[in-house]
């Protein structure tokens, strides 16, 4: 098990664009799927994006479809989560997560958290 830490966020207009990094705060990175999720105040936790191990297959909530993209570099030991026309209801604190199980879009099935990253979308 591995602790990971989140960056990329801040503060954006709508219709703006942040990429969101996840790496390990040590050690090697495992080839396992991982995963995005997002909370807002409030709100329960939502799955936004997967992808596998390999990169090779990914899977989008809806929201996310046709403007987030997860993609991964294993050899820099990082996953991304590129956001481009951002809405003000994309507001929350986005979480990278390690698959270990199951259905992706469950966050029971994820371990290794790390502590989060605020993105917040101005009107």
């Known amino acids: 098990q591995e602790q990971l830490v989140e960056s990329g966020g801040g503060l954006v207009q709508a219709g703006g664009s942040l990429r969101l990094s996840c790496a390990p705060s040590?050690?090697?990175?495992?080839?396992?799927?991982m995963g995005w999720f997002r909370q807002a105040p409030g709100k329960e936790r939502e799955f936004v994006a997967f992808i596998s191990w390999s990169g090779g297959g990914t899977y989008y909530a809806d929201f996310a479809k046709g403007r987030f993209t997860i993609s991964r570099d294993n050899a820099k030991n990082t996953v991304y989560l590129q956001m481009n026309s951002l809405k003000p209801e994309d507001t929350a604190v986005y979480h990278c997560?390690?698959?270990?199980?199951?259905?992706?879009?469950?966050?029971?099935?994820?371990?290794?958290w790390g502590q989060g990253t605020q993105v917040t979308v101005s009107s």
């Open positions: 040590g050690g090697t990175f495992s080839r396992y799927s």
């Open positions: 997560a390690r698959h270990y199980r199951g259905q992706v879009l469950l966050s029971a099935n994820y371990d290794s």
